[in-house]
């Protein structure tokens, strides 16, 4: 159990480095490098070799590994796990401060996705994301990350005496009832400055070069391994960060073979992926060609490279909740520390059919994992992932899986420890194949 706790440990450290889905591909491009990849960028011209590893990124949020493999490509085609960078959070707005009767300074924000609202209360809060500044070239503006890693904010609750329902369950307005607080307001600080004066000196810029900026709020408190036995990860945003970890680390430490090893990193898949960084885009289908048209080869050769390949798309899975077993399917029930979870859908919300859980499952039993699977209640609309809209631009075989988890979208999301050493054990044994 202890090589589990550290790599789950490895997993939150992974997590707390990556607020934004900016940071958790400058994070992984990091770990990458330290392991021998190659930054290389969509705007060069391409010279790939056997066996080289390298990554390139789109927008700073997007990013894809991958090892070139020793075969040829038409034969031996591509083994692609998929995950995606983003998380439910607010988005801080422009001109976002609001001054509440000259005395608080709050921040208007929107809402990024989906989150369970009411556990972003009460809770201090952090900033981070992507600072545009001003350059040379208009068309190039610099860009630089940002993570004001204090608890500068809070979204305080009304209390139970000005709120009597609430125990009886009271609808949260996302343009009222969400905004964090920020600060008293104070003589010293301009007006309209409170914010940007803070990001100009994290920066060491001055305010006038902040053109714009994509911020969003995070936890403030990292991560940690709870429960009487260490065997739960309780952290905000392991959908689907474990999974972009999990896949970095297996692409990482797996030597090439005879396939090529991809792993993709998508962004905005809370937002139903359709950007440019997005699953909805040709982003991937781009790349796997022109890693394709860099051994020489054509576009023949990528059609057929495609039918050689598989995909896993890799994103958290509901496990069964132990105060409301019988939200899960009857028969197929999920538990935490059981191993992944494979997910099925009969009008195809997943990509998952019998031929591609085949080999997943076997992937798994070579690896020693066990292996579980996941079906809505028949009366139940559940969600989607990037597995099927990505196979509408790439037409491979695809399964979709994830570690089971519980209160998914919650600011504070719950999985199992030995779940994560599972689910990259059998991510290592399908970029072995
Ligand atoms: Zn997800």
Not at 89 to 110: G, Q
Request: aromatic share 8%.
């Amino acid at each position: 159990m202890n090589s589990e706790i550290e790599f789950a440990q490895n997993l939150i450290d992974f997590i707390y480095d990556s607020p934004t889905a900016f940071h958790a591909v400058a994070r992984a491009k990091e770990d990458l490098t330290k392991e021998g990849f190659m930054e290389i960028a969509e705007e060069e011209k391409w010279s790939l070799k056997k066996g080289g590893k390298y990554f390139v990124s789109k927008n700073d949020s997007a990013l894809t590994a991958f090892v070139v493999g020793m075969g040829e490509i038409e034969e031996n085609g591509f083994k692609i796990i998929g995950a995606h960078t983003d998380s439910p959070s607010f988005r801080i707005k422009p001109a976002p401060e609001m001054v509440v009767d000259n005395a608080y300074v709050k921040l208007n924000t929107e809402v990024y996705g989906g989150p369970i609202l009411n556990t972003w209360m009460d809770r201090p809060l952090a900033l981070a994301g992507r600072v545009t500044l001003r350059s040379e070239n208009l068309l190039y503006p610099e860009t630089r990350l940002v993570n004001i890693n204090k608890p500068i904010m809070i979204i305080p609750n009304l209390a139970i005496h000005m709120n009597r329902d609430i125990n009886t369950g009271i609808e949260l307005n996302k343009q009222k009832d969400t905004l964090p607080l920020l600060a008293m307001v104070s003589e010293e600080l301009e007006k309209d400055k409170y914010l940007l004066s803070t990001i100009a000196s994290e920066l060491s810029v001055e305010c006038k070069q902040i053109i714009d900026f994509d911020l969003f709020l995070y936890e403030y408190e990292k991560g940690s391994i709870i429960g009487l036995n260490n065997e739960f990860i309780s952290s905000s945003r392991l959908d689907d960060l474990a999974m972009v970890h999990a896949g970095i680390r297996a692409l990482a430490s797996t030597a090439p073979v005879q396939a090529t090893n991809v792993m993709v990193c998508f962004d905005n898949e809370e937002v139903g992926s359709s950007t440019k960084q997005g699953a909805d885009s040709n982003m991937l289908a781009d790349i796997l060609e022109r890693i394709t048209i860099s051994q020489e080869k054509n576009r023949e050769d990528f059609l057929r490279a495609l039918s050689k390949s598989f995909m896993i798309s890799a994103d958290n899975a509901h496990a069964v909740h132990p105060n409301s077993p019988e939200k899960n399917d009857p028969t197929n029930k999920p538990y935490i520390n059981k191993g992944p979870v494979i997910k099925i859908n009969a009008n195809q919300s997943y990509t998952t059919d019998s031929n591609s859980d085949a080999v997943y499952e076997l992937v798994c039993e070579k690896a020693g994992v066990p292996v579980q699977k996941f079906v809505n209640r028949s009366d139940a609309k559940g969600g989607s992932t990037i597995g099927p809209i990505s196979s509408t631009h790439l037409n491979i075989r695809s399964v979709d899986m994830g570690s089971p988890t519980l209160a998914m979208h919650s600011i504070r999301e719950l999985g199992g420890v030995i779940d994560h050493t599972y689910v990259t054990k059998s991510f290592q044994e399908f970029y072995k194949i």
